[in-house]
């Protein structure tokens, strides 16, 4: 029985000791907001309901489709595409533009829902802040990752809304 405890221990060592040395940063990285994400989910979640993520998120986000996160994925293309260029200052304006578009959704919802909003836009906006970080510092490798972990967490978000209208769509 001791044993068990003894050889499940060396086990999970092992197991954290190699995702920690065997992944690349990157993959690191969302797995580190993956936890995040899911501690902040767990957290608002059980804060609401008992129930699931995906219906919380929903409750949470009101009225808000895939398609009104249309500027903050173009936003955040700019950014990359920018830094390939090297253009840190076009990469810094279009980071502060995903801010400002999220702002702008949560504020959408309501001063009563704001708060829960900005809750679920915490890992994302973790992400955008790290990639503000990476940019003073001129580490435009760093820079990157963060606006990859950035997409993640956009994709986390908008996987659990609905569609909604897609631009030129016609009724």
């Known amino acids: 029985m001791k044993s068990d405890r003894v050889l499940i ?19 690191q990285q969302e797995a580190a907001a993956q936890n995040a994400t899911t501690t902040t989910t767990n957290q608002t979640a ?22 009104d996160f249309g500027p ?4 955040l293309n700019t950014a990359r595409e920018s830094l390939q260029t090297n253009d840190t ?5 279009a980071v502060n533009s995903v801010d400002s578009e999220l702002f ?22 973790d992400s ?12 435009t490798v760093k820079a990157l990752q963060q606006l990859d972990t950035a997409d993640v967490e956009l994709l986390k978000i908008t996987q659990k809304l609905l569609p909604g209208e897609e631009e030129g769509e016609e009724e």
């Open 89 to 93: 200052t076009a990469a810094y304006d």
């Open 72 to 75: 903050v994925t173009d936003n």
């Open 9 to 27: 221990a060396i086990v999970a060592a092992a197991t954290v000791l190699a995702t920690q040395t065997l992944l690349p940063p990157v993959l």
């Open 104 to 125: 702008g959704l949560a504020n959408d919802q309501g001063e009563q829902n704001m708060k829960a909003v900005m809750q679920q836009f915490k890992p994302l906006q």
């Open 46 to 67: 059980g804060n609401q309901t008992q129930g699931g993520g995906t219906a919380a998120t929903r409750a949470t986000m009101g009225n808000l489709t895939q398609a």
């Open 128 to 139: 955008i802040d790290g990639t503000r970080d990476a940019l003073r510092n001129n580490d």
